[in-house]
C-alpha cells in the first residue's frame, strides 16, 4: 500500500544529539487500512485537498490515536496480532515451511554485511519482516508468550554470567568449567523475579531493544561479519531445535529465545553504525507501517493472499530459463517416483498374495499406513500377545522405518506377512480389517485379495 495524498500532510521529523533524522515512521500509512475502501473511491493521483477540509481533521485525529496505541504496544500484543493476520495463510505451512521464510529474509539482511545491494531491496526494512516471520514461527509451534520466552533466558541480564552488561571474559571462563551445566535455570528464574520486582521487565519492541542493548552494547567499531556469523551458527540451532520438537519442545524457547537476541543485537548495531537518532518508538513505527492491523498487499483484515504472491514470482521469473525448470522429459527437475528410481533402493514390483504389483509412492504410502496401524494393534493386544508383542514391535519399527524412507521391497512385504501370521486366527482378521481400513484407491482391493490368497481372510 501506497502513500495516499493525503498522507503526505502528515511526516515526523525527530532531532536526535548526533544530527537531524528523518525518521522512517510511517504509522500514519498504517492508519489507512481501516479507511483503505473509502479512500480507494478517490483517484491516487488527485491534488492535496485544502489544509481546512474536514476530512483533514477528521484523519489527522484517527492517525494520532493510532499511532498512541502503536507505541504502547506490547511485544505480546504484536505477536498476536501478527498471527491473527496470517493465521489463515499459515495454516497450512508447518513449522520447517516457517522457518524457511525466517532464513530467506535473514538472506535479506545479509546485504548489510556484504555492503551488497539490489534492485528495490532495502535491507533495513528486513529487520521488521524477521521479526515478524520470528513472531509467526513461534505462533506455528504454540508458544503462549514470547515476552515470558524471552524473560526467561534473558532477564535484564545475560544468561550465564547473569551479568549487564554482559562480561565476555567471565562468561567464556564459566561456560569451560561448567561445561553442560549452564545456564543455571534456577538461578536465572530467581534474578528474573527480581529484576521483574524491580521494574526491569521489558514491554515493548523499544524496550526488548533497549535491554539486549544494555546487555550486549554494540559498539560503532563493531563490524557486521561476526554478528552474521553469530547469526548462521543459532539458525542453524534453531532448525535442530524446530526438527527434536516433538520430544525436547523446551530447547525450541532456548533456542529461539537467542535468534531474537541476535536479531535485537543487529538492530542497534545498525543504528549505532548509521549514526541517526532514533526516537524511543522507532521499532513500533517501522513494524506498524510494515504490518498494520491487517495485510499489506491485499487489504484485509485476515490475509487472503495467494500462497506465492505475484511480485515474488516476478522477481524469480529470471533465475533459470523456463525450458530447464521442468518436470517434463530432457528438464532439470524430476517427479517423486523418479527419484525413488534414481535414488532409492526400492523394488520395482513386489508380489502381495498371487498379484505382480509395481511400486509407486501411492503404495508406499499405504504400506506404510498398515505399518503404523499395526504397531497401534500390537500395544493395545500387548496383555494378550504376551511376549510375541516385542518381536512383532521390533519387526514393525524396522518396516515403519523403511517405508517412512520411501522404500519398499519384496523382504518388506514377506516381514510384513510373518508379523500377520505370528496372530492367532482372531487378532489376525481384526489386523486385516484395520489394515484394509488405513489404504485407499486400488490399494484396498490389492490388500484383500493379498489377505484372502495368504490367510484365508475374507474382507
Not at 483517484?43 to 477540509?53: E, I, K, M, R, S
Not at 505480546?76 to 493465521?87: A, C, G, H, K, S
Not at 541480564?157 to 571462563?173: F, G, S, T
Amino acid at each position: 500500500m501506497g502513500w495516499h495524498p493525503l498522507a503526505a500532510r502528515v511526516s515526523t521529523r525527530v532531532q536526535g544529539p548526533r544530527r537531524e533524522s528523518r525518521v522512517p515512521c510511517h504509522l500514519a500509512e498504517s492508519s489507512w487500512l481501516a479507511v483503505r475502501r473509502t479512500l480507494s473511491t478517490l483517484d491516487p493521483t488527485c491534488p492535496l485537498l485544502p489544509a481546512n477540509h474536514p476530512m483533514i481533521g477528521a484523519m489527522t485525529a484517527a492517525i494520532a490515536s493510532r499511532n498512541s496505541r502503536d507505541r504502547d504496544r506490547t511485544l505480546d500484543e504484536w505477536y498476536r496480532q501478527v498471527n491473527r493476520i496470517y493465521l489463515r495463510r499459515n495454516f497450512d505451512r508447518d513449522a520447517f515451511a516457517i522457518f524457511g521464510h525466517v532464513v530467506e529474509v535473514m538472506g535479506g539482511l545479509s546485504l548489510i554485511a556484504g555492503d551488497k545491494s539490489k534492485p528495490e531491496v532495502e535491507p533495513h526494512a528486513f529487520v521488521p519482516k524477521a521479526i515478524a516471520w520470528w513472531l509467526v514461527l513461534c505462533g506455528k509451534v504454540g508458544v503462549r508468550s514470547v515476552s515470558e520466552m524471552l524473560w526467561f533466558k534473558f532477564p535484564a541480564a545475560c544468561p550465564y554470567c547473569e551479568l549487564r552488561p554482559h562480561d565476555e571474559i567471565r562468561c567464556r571462563r564459566l561456560k569451560q568449567r561448567n561445561h553442560g551445566e549452564l545456564p543455571d535455570w534456577s538461578s536465572l528464574e530467581q534474578l528474573g523475579e527480581a529484576n521483574e520486582e524491580a521494574g526491569r521487565k521489558p514491554s515493548t519492541m523499544t524496550d526488548w531493544r533497549k535491554m539486549f542493548q544494555e546487555i550486549y552494547p554494540a559498539q560503532g567499531t563493531e563490524t557486521y561479519a561476526p554478528t552474521f556469523s553469530r547469526f548462521t551458527e543459532e539458525l542453524g540451532e534453531l532448525a535442530e531445535a524446530i526438527r527434536v520438537f516433538p520430544v525436547a519442545p523446551g530447547y525450541f524457547l532456548s533456542e529461539a529465545s537467542d535468534v531474537f537476541a541476535w536479531l535485537m543485537h543487529l538492530e542497534n548495531l545498525i543504528e549505532m553504525k548509521a549514526d541517526v537518532a532514533l526516537s524511543d518508538d522507532d521499532m513500533e513505527c517501522r513494524f506498524a507501517a510494515a504490518y498494520p492491523d491487517g495485510c499489506r498487499d491485499c487489504g484485509y483484515r485476515v490475509c487472503a493472499c495467494p500462497p506465492i504472491l505475484p511480485g515474488t514470482l516476478g522477481r524469480i521469473a529470471n533465475e533459470l530459463s523456463p525450458r530447464r525448470a521442468t518436470f517434463a522429459p530432457g528438464g532439470a527437475l524430476i517427479s517423486t517416483d523418479q527419484a525413488m528410481e534414481l535414488f532409492g533402493s526400492s523394488d520395482s514390483i513386489v508380489r502381495l498374495g498371487n498379484e505382480e504389483v509395481p511400486v509407486d509412492t501411492a503404495l508406499i504410502r499405504d504400506i506404510h499406513a498398515m505399518v503404523k496401524r499395526l504397531m497401534v494393534f500390537v500395544v493395545e493386544q500387548g496383555a494378550a500377545l504376551e511376549t510375541q508383542s516385542i518381536d512383532m514391535m521390533r519387526v514393525l519399527v524396522e518396516l515403519n522405518e523403511v517405508t517412512a524412507s520411501q522404500r519398499l521391497t519384496q523382504g518388506t512385504i514377506e516381514e510384513l506377512e510373518d508379523v500377520f501370521g505370528a496372530l492367532e486366527p482372531g487378532m489376525r482378521r481384526t489386523a486385516g480389517e484395520l489394515a484394509v481400513g488405513v489404504v485407499s484407491g486400488g490399494t484396498v482391493e490389492l490388500v484383500k485379495l493379498w489377505l484372502k490368497a495368504k490367510f484365508g481372510i475374507v474382507i
